[in-house]
């Protein structure tokens, strides 16, 4: 019996959306769901290197978010308008596939411009869907200059589930911000890898825990709501993903000796799961993914998953059900909600193993 979307419907009171990151980033609350008991404990999450051994090893994405979210006027009614930066599609014509708001209002040929003293100016080449563009930056200096002054006028790209509610605050350039971010190309940040403080890293190493790092770049469309009930029938954004050769042969030494594999974050599973061959080993991967997890399938790789509490109807709740089944999940969401966690970006985290 397959699974439809409104199955993966629950009731999210606003309350339980975490506004601000934990205090200290390893102390989040950690909900522990056992996949074959379907036993609940509620930790924090420094814990979780009690559920792991010498010789297991964690993956994570080390993905970096880059600031995509400008603020513009529109050329002479002076509009305010809100640019999304999406993707660099050309590097030398200064190409960008964006997402703006409000879209009703730019059309292609109308000039955009940015920064006090109009430091960037772009022109909307064309219409990608209904609030998408494409963008072509006018700008005379070098690529490394252009980045440069991308960088200086973009902010940091946090969901509107928050911005909703409140105004960027200047921790939100450290926290929405793994520690160990290093290739820089998401639009949003792999939030499950924000629970890894210094200190936890630490003390995975003296605990003899490895690390292998895989980088998929997280775009939007984790936020895109899913339109088909039938999830066979959803198409996926593609994302751009990396395995090198170094985290390859980590990964599959980890499998070939039968070491637990932690997948830290849905990304990371996505990532593991794309390079994944018929044997559960994987290989070195460069270039794109749209693979979308739902119910029935079998996960080759990952032993144990780290996500943190998704919004309903998402691809992140649709794959943390279908690692852990989905009875066992919807119940242990209804036990969060209960139990006061935090959900979605900056909320609290669940170790399914």
Not at 101 to 114: M, Q
Not at 163 to 189: C, H, M, S, W
Not at 247 to 273: F, H, Q, Y
Not at 318 to 346: N, P, R, S, V
């Amino acid at each position: 019996m397959s699974i439809k979307l409104s199955q993966f419907k629950y009731n999210l009171p606003k309350e339980s959306v975490a506004l601000h990151p934990s205090k200290e980033r390893d102390e989040c609350r950690l909900m522990v769901v056992h996949k074959d008991t379907g036993d609940i404990e509620h930790k924090t999450f420094k814990d979780i290197l009690n559920y792991f051994d010498e010789g297991d090893l964690f993956v994570m994405n080390d993905t970096k978010v880059f600031p995509a979210r400008l603020i513009g006027t529109k050329e002479k009614t002076n509009a305010k308008i809100e640019v999304f930066l999406l993707r660099e599609i050309n590097e030398n014509t200064r190409l960008w596939d964006i997402l703006v708001e409000p879209a009703r209002k730019i059309r292609i040929g109308n000039k955009l411009y940015f920064g006090e003293n109009n430091e960037l100016v772009a022109e909307v080449i064309d219409n990608t869907t209904s609030r998408g563009r494409t963008l072509r930056f006018l700008f005379d200096g070098s690529n490394e200059e252009f980045h440069k002054v991308l960088k200086s006028l973009g902010t940091t790209p946090l969901p509107m589930d928050i911005l909703n509610f409140r105004n960027l605050l200047p921790e939100d350039n450290l926290r929405y911000q793994t520690i160990y971010a290093k290739n820089e190309g998401a639009v949003v940040a792999p939030a499950t890898g924000f629970h890894f403080s210094r200190e936890l890293m630490k003390r995975m190493e003296i605990k003899g825990i490895e690390t292998a790092y895989v980088t998929l770049h997280s775009g939007l469309g984790n936020f895109r709501p899913i339109e088909v009930e039938d999830l066979t029938k959803h198409k996926s954004d593609s994302e751009e993903m990396f395995i090198t050769a170094e985290a390859m042969d980590k990964i599959n030494s980890a499998k070939a000796e039968k070491r637990k594999i932690c997948a830290i974050g849905t990304t990371t599973a996505k990532a593991l799961e794309t390079a994944a061959t018929i044997d559960g080993k994987i290989k070195q991967y460069a270039g794109w993914t749209s693979k979308f997890i739902f119910p029935e399938y079998n996960f080759q790789v990952a032993d144990a998953l780290v996500c943190q509490f998704n919004r309903p109807l998402s691809p992140m709740l649709i794959m943390a059900c279908t690692f852990g089944g989905f009875d066992l999940i919807m119940h242990a969401y209804q036990e969060a909600i209960q139990e006061g966690y935090k959900f979605l970006t900056y909320g609290d985290a669940m170790l399914i193993i």
